[in-house]
T-cell receptor, first 112, second 117 residues
Framework: KQEVTQIPAALSVPEGENLVLNCSFT??????LQWFRQDPGKGLTSLLL?????REQTSGRLNASLDKSSGRSTLYIAASQPGDSATYLC???????????FGGGTRLMVKP | ETGVTQTPRHLVMGMTNKKSLKCEQH?????MYWYKQSAKKPLELMFV???????ENNSVPSRFSPECPNSSHLFLHLHTLQPEDSALYLC????????????????FGSGTRLTVV
């Protein structure tokens, strides 16, 4: 059974810092990995999708990497802003399809 | 309307009530999902519909009953729920051109916040 772990569970940083969120998964037979953002009481917003054949994806100040063989992904946020405050969720889709397994999330607070 | 739309946004129901959650996707995707998000727990997959056929139910209690009348609409019918069923229920959709997985990832709706009293 796939298990996804996110570290740290919570993070508080001053505005402007570069930061790294970590995600690990136990079964490397994945089809893709997706990072989401969730604001309190809201749905999920997709940030980045990395297919299993890819090593990284970038969108603006966000960069996500994938090391499938070691079961790890990182989300790098450059020059953090208060508007980045949210919970960040990592999810992997099994190679068999139609099964997205989520980590517990990292709750990020960026202080002005 | 674009993306995935869920109604209602909030729902309070008694344990003897019957209610339904609705989800509609405007993306032309061929798979739809129900997820449950409880406090301090990771999102849990409840149901999957791929090409309108249910392919996963993950041992969900029978008081939750899904319905997928077409590839754009998904319902979750609720009856005789328990207070512990209070949670955020999220609908998602994806496009899969192979059995192996989604091409462009999953798109989620804003969720229905359900409170059972």
């Amino acid at each position: 059974k796939q298990e996804v772990t996110q570290i740290p569970a919570a993070l508080s940083v001053p505005e402007g810092e570069n930061l790294v969120l970590n995600c690990s998964f136990t079964d490397s037979a994945i089809y893709n990995l997706q990072w989401f953002r969730q604001d309190p009481g809201k749905g999920l917003t997709s940030l980045l999708l990395i297919q299993s054949s890819q090593r990284e994806q970038t969108s603006g100040r966000l960069n996500a990497s994938l090391d499938k063989s070691s079961g790890r992904s990182t989300l790098y946020i450059a020059a953090s802003q208060p508007g980045d405050s949210a919970t960040y969720l990592c999810a992997v889709e099994a190679d068999a399809g139609n099964m997205l397994t989520f980590g517990g999330g990292t709750r990020l607070m960026v202080k002005p | 309307e674009t993306g995935v739309t869920q109604t209602p946004r909030h729902l309070v129901m008694g344990m003897t009530n019957k209610k339904s959650l609705k989800c509609e996707q405007h993306l032309g995707h061929n798979a739809m999902y129900w997820y449950k998000q409880s406090a301090k727990k990771p999102l849990e997959l409840m149901f999957v519909y791929n090409f309108k056929e249910q392919t996963e139910n993950n041992s969900v209690p029978s008081r939750f009953s899904p319905e997928c009348p077409n590839s754009s609409h998904l319902f979750l019918h609720l009856h005789t729920l328990q207070p512990e069923d209070s949670a955020l229920y999220l609908c998602a959709s994806s496009q899969s051109d192979s059995p192996h997985g989604s091409n462009y990832g999953y798109t989620f709706g804003s969720g229905t916040r359900l409170t059972v009293v």
